[in-house]
């Protein structure tokens, strides 16, 4: 039976000594809560997105969506955002369930249908027919909720307005009242996405119905008078934030959804509605609230185009911004965008590419200097800065990888900085173990590599199925390692070497001989070059300042080894890997 959200007018003779405003005094049907427990790099998850988004469509009044990511899927990877509460483990913990995406209809035992042996969780082909049994069952509770938050105060507040009415006689002596705060409409990275179709954005997914918070924390506020005509009032405020785990609370995607449960399990009914807003009164005022596309290890020449996420906190349309941005504390480069972005919405807003002078650490300074040809009223919050180390430059790279018990999903690919993929491997058995075992590459010339493996399910090597990793070294040195991750990871690294028999200069042909070597090197057609030998590590063992063609290296005193041969002629450099053999 659907529920009445009119307001109900108090009429003369009622018969009662309160007034209902929001709740329906009527005998009423159970409303159905299904939570669903999910993940980004759940792969299965998109299609229990879509049979629980199928279940509400078919009762829009009555059966109400919490998304509630928890567990390893839920976990990101580097630049993916956090969705996960402080709420949620608890919550999974108690159903029993045995993967993901499980889900509960209020929080019953439905027999023949748990995921396991016991328990509330079962599996995404059950959440229609549960959810027609419980919505075919009595409530002796009817539920009300309205809520708004006003961003005229300072700090904004979220006021929630709840009220339950007791229509029968079989309530025990005491419930819990439940009040969440839930967002929708949520673009970020999600596995299996495909499955859920009408929620794709180009290469993102609308994470919709997304647990945020518990107004009520983990279990619930007490009700004690749940007797026939009870009637429960209950406000609720918080000082809502701008974000939670870095991720907007844009309060145009807020509802609240209340509910009483007779205990940490069993839900009775609920309801929902969408948050009002009051807008604030400060004019031209935003919020830089992330930067994307500055990698964690940059390759090559220095260059970045930042995507920057701007929310509007203004009360009025924001159609201009003056945006600089510098690298290392150089000299700014002037961004003037113009658009619109309406009050608390947020926009990604992609900036020309900024060159610069590599260094060891570099640091990205963006800042929103203008906002509709004005200075912002709160500078606070209008500069990001962000960090980019150079990469590993290398010599010799061998491969350790192995996998999880999930092989058949991992995969991995080496291109040169034109993106033409010169290595590859997998996918592998479903077994954890050791399937490329100091794996060496010919990297044919000097220049930016980058090593990237996938993972096809999107949890990456070391989910709990199996310990996997991946480790990447420099002549036998470590210098890259990974395996948690999500869908992929990337790993770029400079190549110094090239092979030194190349013509450098005039058509002389530089040979460096024998190698392996067991003390002396010959070194001919060279003239006017500076010539180095360094060791694994980078130090320099010998250093001659030529003028000779021919040229006499004794390397005996130094250990056996791996050793490179760098030669300096007129800006063209040039090494050779050489092997000490004594």
Not at 115 to 120: F, I, N, P
Not at 376 to 404: H, K, M, R
Request: aromatic residues 8%; glycine residues 8%; charged residues 15%.
């Amino acid at each position: 039976m659907k529920k009445n959200l009119l307001l109900l007018l108090l009429t003369v003779g009622m018969g009662h000594l309160f007034a209902q405003t929001i709740v329906s005094t009527d005998p009423e049907n159970k409303n159905v809560i299904l939570e669903e427990f999910t993940g980004i790099h759940c792969g299965f998850c998109p299609d229990g997105h879509r049979l629980a988004n199928l279940v509400a469509i078919a009762h829009p009044e009555d059966v109400f969506l919490i998304n509630i990511h928890t567990g390893s899927y839920a976990n990101p990877s580097a630049g993916e955002p956090d969705f996960k509460t402080e709420w949620g483990a608890a919550i999974a913990g108690q159903t029993g369930l045995q993967g993901y995406p499980a889900g509960t209809i209020n929080r019953h035992v439905f027999e023949g249908m748990q995921q396991g042996t016991s328990g509330t969780a079962m599996s995404r082909g059950d959440f229609a027919a549960a959810a027609d049994i419980a919505l075919a069952e009595a409530s002796y509770v009817n539920v009300g909720v309205e809520a708004t938050v006003d961003f005229s105060v300072t700090p904004a507040l979220l006021s929630v307005h709840v009220e339950a009415y007791y229509t029968g006689t079989d309530a025990p002596a005491s419930n819990k009242l439940n009040v969440a705060l839930v967002q929708d409409s949520i673009l970020g990275p999600q596995s299996g996405m495909t499955a859920n179709p009408d929620y794709v954005v180009g290469d993102q997914y609308l994470h919709m119905h997304a647990l945020r918070h518990l107004l009520t924390d983990q279990w619930g506020d007490d009700i004690t008078a749940t007797t026939q005509g009870s009637f429960v009032d209950r406000t609720y405020t918080w000082e809502i934030p701008s974000s939670i785990n870095d991720v907007i609370l844009n309060p145009n995607q807020l509802r609240i959804i209340a509910f009483v449960a007779e205990n940490e399990q069993e839900i009775i009914s609920g309801n929902e509605c969408h948050v009002e807003v009051i807008p604030p009164t400060t004019q031209n005022d935003c919020d830089l609230m992330s930067a994307s596309n500055i990698p964690a290890i940059m390759c090559g020449e220095g260059a970045v185009s930042p995507t920057i996420n701007v929310l509007n906190k203004a009360g009025n349309d924001i159609t201009s911004m003056e945006i600089t941005y510098s690298a290392n504390g150089g000299t700014p480069m002037v961004y003037d965008w113009t658009g619109t972005i309406i009050y608390y919405a947020n926009k990604e807003i992609e900036l020309p590419e900024l060159a610069f002078p590599m260094e060891e650490t570099n640091e990205i300074e963006i800042t929103v200097t203008k906002v509709n040809g004005e200075v912002d009223p709160d500078v606070t919050n209008n500069t990001i800065t962000a960090s980019a180390s150079e990469a590993t430059s290398v010599v010799n790279v061998t491969l350790d990888l192995q996998t999880d018990n999930y092989g058949s999903e991992t995969t991995w690919e080496i291109k040169d900085d034109a993106g033409t993929v010169l290595y590859s491997g997998g996918p592998y058995t479903d077994a954890s173990v050791l399937v490329e075992d100091q794996t060496e590459f010919d990297l044919p010339i000097a220049g930016c590599y980058t090593f990237e493996i996938f993972d096809s399910y999107g949890d990456g090597m070391n989910a709990g199925y199996g310990v996997g990793f991946f480790k990447l070294y420099n002549d036998g040195i470590l210098f890259l390692e990974g395996g948690t991750f999500g869908s992929s990871d990337l790993a770029p690294f400079n190549n110094d070497v090239v092979d030194a028999t190349e013509n450098i200069l005039n058509d002389n042909e530089i040979s460096i001989y024998p190698n392996p070597s067991t003390g002396l090197l010959n070194i001919s057609n060279i003239n006017n070059a500076q010539v180095s030998l360094f060791n694994i590590v980078g130090q320099t063992v010998v250093e001659i300042n030529n003028t000779d063609l021919n040229q006499q290296i004794n390397i005996s005193n130094l250990d056996n080894g791996t050793y490179f041969v760098r030669i300096e002629m007129n800006d063209i450099v040039k090494t050779q890997k050489i092997i000490l053999e004594k």
